[in-house]
């Protein structure tokens, strides 16, 4: 079971920037996704960004433009780049690697933009 580590949460203003990373602990062969979901208090987890196994990007409606996802040569590491924080991007962040034979789940890390 691989394992994923997480890093870069924190607390900022409305309009700071953060720069989450997640590394996994060995190679990941032939990921189809690489991404990055959240979780707020009382509602469903959803995906935030993600980079599918040909380099294409996807991202929430709410976060375009504002958020960059961006993975290492090795496949090992991405990162998603956080500007323009709004109150909204509260919540946990949780790291997704995907290959056809499952997923890993990173532990998660808090994230809180205050007003």
């Known amino acids: 079971q691989v394992q994923l580590a997480e890093s870069g949460g924190g607390l900022v203003q409305a309009g700071g920037s953060l720069t989450l990373s997640c590394t996994a602990s060995?190679?990941?062969?032939?990921?189809?996704?690489m991404g990055w979901y959240r979780q707020a208090p009382g509602k469903q987890r959803e995906l935030v960004a993600a980079?599918?196994?040909?380099?294409?990007?996807n991202y929430a409606d709410s976060v375009r433009g504002r958020f960059n996802i961006s993975r290492d040569k090795r496949l090992t590491t991405v990162t998603l780049q956080m500007n323009n924080l709004k109150p909204e991007d509260t919540g946990v962040y949780y790291c997704?690697?995907?290959?056809?034979?499952?997923?890993?789940w990173g532990q998660g890390t808090q994230v809180t933009v205050s007003s």
């Open positions: 997704n690697f995907k290959n056809p034979w499952g997923d890993s």
């Open positions: 060995r190679n990941i062969y032939s990921p189809t996704a």
């Open positions: 980079i599918l196994g040909g380099g294409i990007t």
